[in-house]
C-alpha cells in the first residue's frame, strides 16, 4: 500500500503524570532521550520512515518546547505543500483533551478534511523502530478493521489501564482485559493502532453520542466481538516510560550494541532536530569508558556507563558514572555522581557528592544550581 494514503496522529502529551519530575517544564513528547532524541522523534520517525507524509501531533498545554523542537517538520522532510505535518493544540477549552475520545472528537474537522484511508495512531512514551507498512501488510492481509500492536512481555509498572490481548490461531482478538491483575509475559497494547479513518470517526461520535469516552474500553472492549480486530506483535526493543527509572533503565539500555542496532536501524533512521555543534574534547588526564557522548562536549574529568547530551562540561577531578547528563550541564572540579539524572541547563559546583540506586535514580530539576 502507497504510504501517503496513511496518515499518523500522535498524541504527544500523554502519562506526563508518571514522570512529573520530567514534564513540569515540557510536554511527554519533548522529553530528552539518548543523547540528542526527544521522545517524539521515534513515533514521527517511524511514520516518515513508512512512507507517511501527513502526520498531526496532538498537544494540550506547555507545548511551546515541542513546536520549538519539531517546527515544521523539515528535520522528518515533513514540511510539504501538500500534506506534511500539523501541530494540533487546544483552542478552545482544555477540558476537551482530557482523555482520547474527547481528543480525537476535537480534532474531527483535521480527521473528515483529511483524505487518507487509514489512521496510524500512536503515543509518544513507548521508545521502539517500528515499519508501520508491515503492520499495513496484516492488517490487509487479515481483512481486518483495526490492527492493535502488542508486545508479549511483562507489563510495565505503573502503566496506565494496560490493555491485555487474548487471540485465536489466526491472530483475531478473542478477549479483551483493561487493568486487570494478570502477572507474567502476556500481550499487552502498546497504544499503538491502526484503522480505517471513517470508521474512526465513526466510532469517536458513537462514543460521543452515548458519553461512553473510555477508549480503551469502550472502543476496543466494547467493539472487538463486533469488528475484525487483530494484533501485530513487536519483537524489538520498546521500553514504556512509566517511572523516573524506567526513563533511566531505556538510557542505560543504550549502551548495549545489540540494542542500539535495533533501535537506530540504519535502514530506519530517526530524525531530530539537528544541533550543529564542534566535536567534544578530551582534556588530558580524562577518562571515558562505555558512554554515549554527544558533540560539543568537554570532558576533563572520569566518565563510566553514562550518557551526556550536547554541551556537557565535566570539570577536573569530577568522577560521573551511571548518570545521564542533559544538555548544557556545567559539573565542577573534585565532585561524584552516581546514578543521578541532571536536566538541562544545570549547573553542580565544586567539591559535590550526589548519588541515588538503580532503582531510585536522584533527579535533579533544569535550571537548578547544586
Known amino acids: 500500500m502507497r504510504g501517503n494514503n496513511i496518515m499518523g496522529i500522535i498524541f504527544s502529551n500523554l502519562h506526563e503524570d508518571l514522570v512529573s519530575e520530567l514534564t513540569e517544564v515540557r510536554i511527554m513528547g519533548a522529553v530528552p532521550f539518548g543523547g540528542k532524541y526527544r521522545l517524539i522523534d521515534f513515533p514521527l520517525s517511524n511514520m516518515v520512515n513508512s512512507g507517511i507524509n501527513k502526520v498531526g501531533?496532538?498537544?494540550?498545554?506547555?507545548?511551546?518546547?515541542?513546536?520549538?523542537?519539531?517546527?515544521?517538520?523539515?528535520?522528518?522532510?515533513?514540511?510539504?505543500?501538500?500534506?506534511?505535518?500539523?501541530?494540533?493544540?487546544?483552542?478552545?477549552?482544555t477540558n476537551e483533551y482530557s482523555n482520547r475520545v474527547t481528543t480525537l472528537n476535537s480534532i474531527r474537522p483535521f480527521l473528515i478534511n483529511s483524505t487518507e484511508e487509514y489512521v496510524v495512531i500512536s503515543d509518544c512514551d513507548t521508545i521502539c523502530n517500528i515499519d508501520y507498512q508491515d503492520v499495513c501488510s496484516k492488517h490487509l492481509e487479515n481483512n481486518a478493521d483495526i490492527t492493535l500492536v502488542y508486545k508479549r512481555d511483562v507489563i510495565p509498572a505503573k502503566l496506565h489501564d494496560p490493555a491485555v490481548f487474548s487471540f485465536d490461531t489466526k491472530g483475531k482478538v478473542i478477549d479483551v482485559l483493561i487493568d486487570s491483575n494478570v502477572t507474567g509475559s502476556c500481550s499487552f497494547y502498546m497504544n499503538m493502532m491502526f484503522i480505517k479513518r471513517e470508521l474512526l470517526i465513526e466510532l469517536i461520535d458513537k462514543c460521543i453520542s452515548k458519553n461512553t469516552l473510555n477508549f480503551k474500553r469502550d472502543i476496543i472492549q466494547g467493539e472487538y466481538k463486533n469488528l475484525n480486530v487483530y494484533g501485530y506483535e513487536f519483537k524489538g526493543?520498546?521500553?514504556?516510560?512509566?517511572?523516573?527509572?524506567?526513563?533511566?533503565?531505556?538510557?542505560?539500555?543504550?549502551?548495549?550494541?545489540?540494542?542500539?542496532?535495533?533501535?537506530?536501524?540504519?535502514?530506519r533512521p530517526i530524525y531530530t532536530k539537528v544541533r550543529d555543534d564542534m566535536p567534544t574534547k578530551y582534556g588530558l588526564g580524562s577518562s571515558v569508558k562505555n558512554s554515549l557522548i554527544?558533540?560539543?562536549?568537554?570532558?576533563?574529568?572520569?566518565?563510566?556507563?553514562?550518557?551526556?547530551?550536547?554541551?556537557?562540561?565535566?570539570?577536573?577531578?569530577?568522577?560521573?558514572?551511571?548518570?545521564?547528563?542533559?544538555?548544557?550541564?556545567?559539573?565542577?572540579?573534585d565532585s561524584s555522581l552516581s546514578y543521578v539524572?541532571?536536566?538541562?541547563?544545570?549547573?553542580?559546583?565544586?567539591?559535590r557528592t550526589l548519588m541515588g540506586f538503580l532503582s531510585y535514580p536522584v533527579y535533579i530539576s533544569k535550571g537548578s544550581v547544586v
Open 57 to 93: 501531533v496532538i498537544t494540550k498545554s506547555n507545548y511551546q518546547s515541542i513546536m520549538d523542537h519539531i517546527g515544521t517538520g523539515k528535520a522528518w522532510d515533513l514540511s510539504r505543500k501538500q500534506g506534511g505535518l500539523f501541530m494540533l493544540p487546544p483552542f478552545t477549552n
Open 294 to 333: 554527544a558533540n560539543g562536549c568537554f570532558i576533563e574529568g572520569e566518565v563510566e556507563n553514562c550518557i551526556l547530551f550536547k554541551g556537557v562540561h565535566i570539570g577536573k577531578g569530577t568522577k560521573v558514572s551511571n548518570c545521564v547528563i542533559m544538555q548544557d550541564t556545567k559539573i565542577g572540579t
Open 237 to 267: 526493543f520498546s521500553p514504556v516510560i512509566t517511572s523516573m527509572s524506567n526513563y533511566f533503565n531505556a538510557n542505560m539500555a543504550l549502551m548495549d550494541p545489540e540494542v542500539r542496532e535495533d533501535l537506530f536501524n540504519s535502514s
Open 341 to 351: 539524572i541532571v536536566d538541562k541547563d544545570v549547573v553542580i559546583k565544586n567539591e
